[in-house]
């Protein structure tokens, strides 16, 4: 590497200058004071841990986008945490040992092997929220609302909430009795959205008609709530799960609309674009003209039982970094105070009492830094008084 570009950053990295911090910083703060006020507390994991543990439970897809290292106190192989659910999931299980809910929330930099959405980022600061103990639809119910209303405090508007529910797929799957392989075909092309190919795929498969019916139109059940009308009448009689999804799909969208009657609703039966450790609804909020999802959730209730604990539990996370640059966070910006260098224990009691006032005070190493201050610090007789710099 040149001298030239030693100031480059690895593809997806990147900094953020202090502006940008400020509004980031804000952000973090408001949304999680926002989910305290809901009861969550807030935990924080560690960076990086064994990788037996990060990734145990959370399948394939986090162990590709996990960065590995080796221990040098160990020589055990370590990961730098990709996401957090897996973390916390260990922490409801193995740290706090409550039997009853359990509502955590957590704010913090994760790091990926791959770039994630259009803005091709590997070091989101993912922030989210996670019900733990509880397995009814009221719990869905509620993160889904405190992901939402994250996403409005944060001020974004004209969201739309994609829906879906991973029995569906896996019913019609299983009512197919395909064999693991084609399974796992079917689910790459339902993924990929490649109807052509997965049309041709399916009338290759040695099924009766009805079967072949369901497997495509699946992925063509996309758009709003008459698309739970037409998936009870494809589907009527195949399985009691995919019957209790499309209920609870109904029932949670008709709490979403009575909260939320601003937000937009979409469903999406085929969605597997989640992590595999979802194991019934997932969502996904949207804003017109973005194409990537801004924040993201849904249940995984087996998640805790690698860590001796298995509770159902429900989540979301957002990118506070990429909401950030969604919306103009609005900083307030204190009053700078341009004081002389503290050589007195009188100037530095006034200079530490400006600041608990809430002024930025700068003690003054040349005269450049005037340029940013609104006051000066000056001695008028025995006293230190703000004096107004004029422009």
């Known amino acids: 590497m040149t001298l030239a570009d030693r100031w480059l950053l690895p593809e997806g990295v990147d900094e953020a200058l202090p502006l940008q911090a400020a509004k980031i910083e804000h952000l973090r703060r408001t949304l999680l004071n926002l989910h305290e006020s809901w009861g969550y507390q807030l935990v924080i994991p560690p960076l990086l841990e064994y990788l037996d543990s990060l990734l145990t439970g959370a399948g394939s897809d986090l162990e590709i986008e996990t960065f590995k290292v080796i221990d040098q106190l160990s020589g055990r192989l370590m990961g730098i945490r990709a996401d957090f659910t897996s973390q916390v999931a260990r922490i409801d299980a193995h740290c706090l040992k409550d039997e009853g809910v ?40 509620e993160v889904l609302s405190l992901m939402l209303q994250t996403l ?4 974004l508007k004209n969201l739309v909430l994609d829906l879906g529910h991973v029995d569906i797929v896996s019913g019609i799957l299983s009512a197919c009795q395909l064999e693991e392989e084609q399974q796992s075909k079917l689910i790459e092309l339902y993924k990929a959205k490649d109807l052509p190919e997965l049309d041709r795929y399916v009338e290759s498969l040695d099924l009766v008609a009805k079967q072949k019916e369901w497997l495509v139109t699946l992925p063509r059940l996309c758009g709003g709530t008459e698309v739970l009308q037409r998936a009870e009448t494809l589907f009527a009689g195949v399985s009691d799960s995919i019957a ?21 609703l979409h469903f999406d039966l085929s969605d597997l674009v989640s992590y595999s450790y979802h194991t019934g609804l997932v969502f996904a909020a949207y804003l017109p003209a973005h194409g990537n999802a801004i924040a993201r959730g849904g249940r995984y209730n087996n998640i805790g039982q690698v860590f ?32 002389p260098v503290c050589s007195s224990a009188e100037l530095w009691q006034k200079v530490n009492e400006l600041r608990s006032e809430g ?5 003054a190493l040349d005269d450049s830094e005037l340029a940013c201050a609104d006051f000066t610090l000056e001695l008028s007789g025995q006293t230190w008084q703000l004096v107004p710099v004029k422009n």
């Open 308 to 339: 001796g604990r298995s509770r159902p539990a429900t989540g979301f996370s957002t990118d506070v970094k990429a909401l950030v640059g969604l919306v103009d966070v609005s900083v307030e910006q204190a009053s700078t105070v341009l004081a």
């Open 152 to 155: 409005s405090v944060a001020g």
């Open 102 to 141: 359990q509502r955590l929330s957590y704010c913090g930099s994760v790091l990926r092997t791959m770039p994630t959405g259009l803005d091709g980022s590997r070091c989101p600061i993912q922030l989210g929220a996670e019900i733990y103990g509880h397995g009814g639809v009221e719990s869905d119910i």
């Open 359 to 363: 002024y930025r005070v700068i003690e």
């Open 244 to 264: 209790q999804a499309l209920a609870l799909l109904s029932q949670v969208s008709e709490a979403v609309t009575k909260r939320f009657p601003d937000v937009g």
